[in-house]
């Protein structure tokens, strides 16, 4: 008796913790990327826009964002630890600190069945979104970035731009070797598009894979960019939710690091208050489906950026930089929904990475 007493114990403790790991376990993940975003950033933005979604995430942690290399990372090395959960050298992409190519939390996504999409303000052949997809030692070889984005990667849905990484110089690309990667794209059942009205007017219901590519590089900064990062983030958790076994998404606010970069406070503001509007779409879906894992993070932060006056009222800052570049500085995270509370207090970038694994694997 005292035996099947214990033995009844045993198994109700099992099936309690099963349930525990089920309730966390978000089943799709969003994890939304501020390039350059830092704590100074975001308090311009604040400034700027007065509440920002950003607020209605509950859960706030600090990260370190050094690279194997050096105190200050590239958007490369840190997108790297963020998409593999392995540290690796600047300018590196989806490889670890010995050039070992690593998978990234989007590929297994893939592997194990979930919807997969990239939404970005640059071509998708830069830094961040390559880190998600693609593996090479060196973030400037975009060339070779596109052909894995066409040949290899299987995510479901892309939306930014870059289409000239795409196509051969004769038809008014960059590619000197002659392949138009679009085609090949088109070949593996990918929709392609690369006007704002082809993405307004677009019939999702008969799009199995979609790629949507509105420069031939980058977009202009905001407000100039059609569609927004809001609209595009909007479209691809549409498409990506009907997916019974659930998505992983990556979303890039690409140009608050370029506005850093710029030394432009102003560009800065619209760029975050620009950013802030996907976080709120991401949100606001996540809220609806209560099993939608949504984190927001930066890279790194940009241009040693310090607001030294400023106005509520007037909804005004006044920055001072002191670098061009990036800084070492510790970024924050925020999270939302199941497992959001892993991402409290310190750590460190490649506990993105390590986590979305964690939460993939279960
Ligand atoms: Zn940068």
């Not at 390559?130 to 070779?144: C, G, K, L, S, T």
């Not at 070797?177 to 070949?187: A, C, Y």
């Not at 076994?245 to 208050?273: K, P, T, Y």
């Amino acid at each position: 008796m005292k035996k099947i007493k214990l033995l009844f114990f045993i198994l109700l403790i099992f099936a309690l913790n099963l349930y525990a790991q089920q309730l966390i376990k978000p089943k799709n993940i969003i994890l939304m990327i501020g390039d350059g975003m830092g704590l100074a950033q975001i308090s311009a933005g604040k400034t700027y826009k007065g509440l920002l979604n950003l607020e209605r995430m509950k859960v706030v942690g600090l990260l370190t964002t050094y690279s194997c290399d050096r105190y200050v990372t590239d958007s490369g090395a840190s997108a790297t630890a963020m998409s593999t959960g392995y540290k690796t050298k600047n300018v590196a992409i989806g490889v670890d600190c010995n050039g070992e190519r690593r998978k990234t939390v989007l590929e297994y996504a893939n592997e194990i069945g979930k919807s997969t999409g990239v939404v970005v303000v640059c071509a998708i052949t830069h830094a961040t979104p390559a880190a998600f997809v693609a593996h090479v030692p060196n973030r400037n070889m975009q060339i070779e970035i596109a052909e894995q984005i066409a040949k290899e990667a299987n995510t479901d849905i892309y939306l930014g731009a870059g289409w000239g990484w795409f196509l051969p110089k004769s038809e008014g690309g960059r590619r000197t070797d002659g392949q138009n990667l679009i085609d090949t794209l088109k070949k593996r059942g990918y929709v392609y598009i690369s006007k704002p009205e082809e993405f307004y007017n677009l019939d999702m219901s008969k799009v199995n894979k979609l790629i949507g590519l509105f420069a031939e590089n980058h977009p202009p900064y905001a407000p100039d960019r059609k569609p927004t990062l809001a609209e595009m983030t909007r479209k691809a958790i549409e498409f990506l939710s009907k997916d019974k076994d659930g998505f992983f998404l990556m979303v890039e606010g690409s140009q608050i690091d370029w506005a850093g970069h710029d030394n432009n406070s102003e560009q800065i503001l619209r760029e975050v208050a620009d950013f802030d509007d996907a976080v709120g779409v991401a949100l606001d879906f996540a809220q609806r489906d209560g099993n939608t894992l949504v984190v927001v993070t930066a890279d790194h932060e940009t241009g040693g950026y310090a607001l030294v006056d400023g106005s509520v009222n007037d909804k005004k800052v006044e920055g001072k930089f002191v670098t061009k570049d990036h800084t070492g500085v510790m970024v924050p995270v925020f999270a939302f929904g199941p497992g959001a509370e892993a991402f409290a207090g310190f750590g460190d970038n490649t506990l993105i990475g390590k986590k979305i694994f964690e939460y993939l694997k279960k």
